[in-house]
């Protein structure tokens, strides 16, 4: 066989290959397609061109790309493409306002939208040591940020800071992210959960409008009254309350009963959770589902496939604030009243309760410009933010002087009236409060399941050695 | 022909990027979740003892973990020769020479290439108790069409293996596709004049012939099963009543909800150990009769 003349690499490659697949495939350097050059080396450069880049981008996931002369701060929040959009433009406006007003300074937002990877993500960013600046702080899920060192104590800054003013906020929204002395987050809005109902139907069926300081029997009479079951049908075309399986929402009712689902302490379920006023509360939210029928079990709801309070089918809701924008984006006259009350004599005041959940400002532990960030959190939790921020409805401010702004609507009064009643949620206090709200959930499945096969009183005593064992766990 | 058999640095050159991926993000994690299985590893406590086997222990006598693990098998007893058998029924199908045949490939195929979060939800939408598309085909059939499939404990789990019936389809018919078409026409020709009818020429010599590529969809298909999690964590969240929560998702849930990073590795390295077993057996079982009727 006669020598190549050219020392191209490829060709001797190929030869040396030819009894191989080599031959057949695709490869660029078969003999018929060499364009003359060594590009055995152009490929495996090539290769490992690939494999540096790659390395490069797992390894630098939080680098910096900018000039040593701007200062990046970072600030997380879990907002995603299905906030409104005109929150979105509101919050770009605001990035470029503290810049103007900071020169030299990028704000950088990392949204990490779904809601359920928020604080997963976070946490893996601080195991990583890339921790943004500043967090948007979930009140559910506080805790496990404050007691594991990953926020800093706000309050050395606060005090060297002649301009701030706590006061300025709502006591039990700042409240949520105490610990003895120190604090971890300065208020951004909030919400206390109320009960909305919608007017039309409550007109139509010649209902009072229920007022504050109702009773758990005038809810249910209403309830009962607002219920449409034409003669016949499997299942109300209309219901009295709409029920949704979500134990932030349904913990409220032990609340209004003066039950609880951990001591005061948060240390044990026991005593609490299957107290006789906890069985009281959960009999009768799942009766209103199993006996009376005034509120769309998991099986109807799965049915309606959709918000059945939203679409006109259901007269009475227990949401937050938020809800405002959807129900004004559907035409909804909607009123709103605190969640009804046990109604004991001697209890009635301690009955009245809501929860209130927020979003705070943190600085991160591991921030390392930590005046900056705090520069941020004063920036935006600041009268004159705080009153655009929260003009679309979206929640209330945690700031005094901007939510006084939007006072004087019936709506706006009534949830303002509730935050003396507010206490912060479980979640702001015990880490593993999530976990147990998991188990929570499930428990309320089974009873829904069981269809009177499991009473209530054993359910919540199942429950309460799981929640009992998860909180003894070291 | 010297220069053929000579190891090549060369040749270690071009397999080093890939050899260098595997050990970073394949052989490293593995070594890195044995080191935390042995240890109490919560993600952000400061403290992390060993505790040997005790986190295997402690999964021995857990009931949930327990019921993980017999819902993944239940659903790999369900899914795997359900998946298997569809698929070469579908592959012998779609191998017909007929017209027109390519848009059917297409169309079994396109779940494969879609999201299958999208999936996920299309396939709520299809579950949905009373106005859900399977159930009117119930009803329209007679039934009373009134199941909640994914919120009933009984039928979760089922209407998971129905979906992914469904979704691992197109690989899987890909595959035996390209088997039966690798097979000799001759063959065929030479068994239809001897008189084959076309059910003894499948068993006859398509089936032997399928062999490898049925190692291959079994095997594969086994650890896929086992590796459920997409469609739990989009349509059942492990609910209701438990009755989905598969391994992958109660390991996810053990070290994203839990934060308990030693249980969560231990838990991994048993569904490891699970998969490594099955795939033994499966290679034991299928290979003996591939080798039994090797064509070479």
């Not at chain 1, 997963?120 to 967090?135: E, F, N, T």
């Not at chain 2, 089922?158 to 019936?165: E, I, K, N, Q, R």
């Amino acid at each position: 066989m006669p020598k190549p003349k050219a020392p191209a690499c490829c060709y001797r490659w190929d030869r040396r290959a030819r009894d191989t697949a080599w031959r057949r495939s695709v490869w660029p350097c078969h003999p018929t397609r060499s364009v003359g050059f060594p590009c055995r080396w152009s490929c495996l450069a090539a290769i490992w061109a690939a494999t540096v880049v790659l390395f490069a981008a797992a390894a630098g996931g939080c680098a910096r790309e900018d000039e040593p002369s701007t200062t990046v701060l970072r600030v997380a929040n879990w907002t995603g493409p299905d906030v409104e959009p005109g929150l979105v433009r509101l919050e770009r406006q605001f990035r470029q306002e503290f810049e103007a007003a900071h020169p030299g300074v990028r704000l950088q937002m990392e949204q990490i939208p779904g809601y359920g990877q928020y604080t997963p993500k976070l946490l893996m960013m601080h195991v990583a040591g890339c921790m943004p600046d500043v967090i948007h702080l979930d009140a559910s899920a506080a805790a496990v940020f404050i007691d594991n060192g990953v926020l800093r104590d706000l309050t050395p800054l606060i005090e060297s800071d002649p301009q701030f003013d706590l006061t300025q906020y709502f006591e039990p929204v700042v409240e949520v992210a105490r610990r003895g002395s120190s604090l971890y987050a300065i208020p951004l809005d909030f919400t206390p959960m109320m009960m909305f109902y919608n007017k039309r139907l409550f007109d139509e069926a010649h209902v009072a409008y229920p007022q504050a300081g109702w009773t758990w029997d005038e809810f249910l009479q209403k309830a009962k009254a607002l219920t449409v079951r034409p003669a016949g049908a499997a299942r109300p075309t209309q219901y009295g309350f709409y029920f949704e399986n979500w134990m932030p929402l349904w913990v409220l009712w032990l609340w209004t009963n003066g039950a609880d689902v951990l001591d005061p302490d948060g240390r044990r379920a026991s005593g609490y959770f299957d107290g006789p006023q906890s069985v009281e509360a959960v009999e009768f939210i799942v009766e209103l589902m199993t006996k009376h029928r005034v509120a769309p079990d998991l099986r109807d709801s799965a049915i309606a496939g959709t918000d059945l309070f939203r679409s006109g089918r259901a007269a009475m809701d227990l949401k937050g604030h938020w809800m405002l924008l959807d129900y004004r984006a559907d035409g909804l006259d909607v009123g709103v009243v605190p969640l009804p009350v046990r109604g004991r004599e001697e209890a009635a005041e301690r009955e009245r309760a809501t929860v209130v959940y927020a979003a705070g400002l943190a600085v991160t532990a591991a921030s390392r410009q930590s005046q900056l960030a705090w520069e941020y959190v004063k920036f935006m939790t600041s009268r004159d933010v705080q009153v655009r921020r929260v003009a679309s409805g979206l929640a209330i401010s945690g700031n005094k002087l901007a939510a006084a702004q939007f006072a004087g609507t019936p709506i706006e009064d009534a949830f303002l009236a509730e935050v003396a009643y507010a206490r912060p949620p479980w979640g702001a206090r015990v880490e593993r409060y999530p976990f147990l709200e998991e188990l929570g959930r499930e428990m309320m499945e089974d009873l829904l399941h069981a269809r009177g096969t499991l009473s209530v009183a054993e359910a919540l005593r199942r429950t309460v050695r799981l929640m009992d064992a998860a909180l003894a766990e070291p | 022909m010297k220069s053929v058999e000579r190891p090549s640095w060369r040749g270690y050159l071009f397999v080093a990027p890939a050899t260098v991926y595997l050990a970073v993000f394949a052989l490293l994690p593995l070594g890195v979740a044995g080191y935390l299985a042995l240890h109490r590893w919560h993600l952000l406590k400061p403290e992390h003892p060993f505790v040997g086997g005790g986190n295997f222990t402690a999964l021995w006598t857990d009931p949930f973990f327990r019921q993980a693990v017999s819902n993944t098998l239940l659903y790999v007893v369900l899914s795997v020769p359900l998946g298997v058998v569809t698929a070469l029924g579908v592959a012998v199908l779609v191998a017909q020479p007929l017209r027109g045949m390519g848009l059917f490939r297409t169309l079994f195929y396109i779940p494969a290439v879609s999201s299958q979060v999208a999936l996920s939800m299309v396939w709520i939408w299809i579950l949905l108790p009373e106005v859900g598309l399977l159930n009117g085909c119930v009803k329209w059939l007679g039934g009373a069409g009134t199941t909640n499939f994914l919120g009933e404990p009984g039928w979760a789990l089922l209407a998971l293996v129905a979906m992914s019936l469904w979704i691992g389809l197109g690989p899987r018919m890909i595959i035996f596709l390209a088997g039966i078409q690798s097979i000799p026409g001759s063959l065929f020709e030479a068994a239809a004049l001897d008189g084959c009818n076309a059910w003894r020429r499948f068993l006859h010599i398509t089936l032997p012939l399928l062999a490898p590529t049925m190692l291959f969809v079994v095997v594969t298909t086994t650890i896929a099963a086992f590796q459920l999690f997409t469609p739990v964590y989009v349509m059942t969240r492990g609910g209701p009543r438990r009755s989905t929560d598969v391994l992958l998702y109660h390991i996810y849930q053990e070290a994203w909800q839990k934060l308990e990073l030693g249980m969560a590795s231990a838990q991994s390295y048993v569904l490891f150990a699970m998969i490594l077993v099955v795939a033994l057996v499966q290679f034991r079982l299928l290979r003996r009769g591939w080798t039994g009727v090797s064509m070479n």
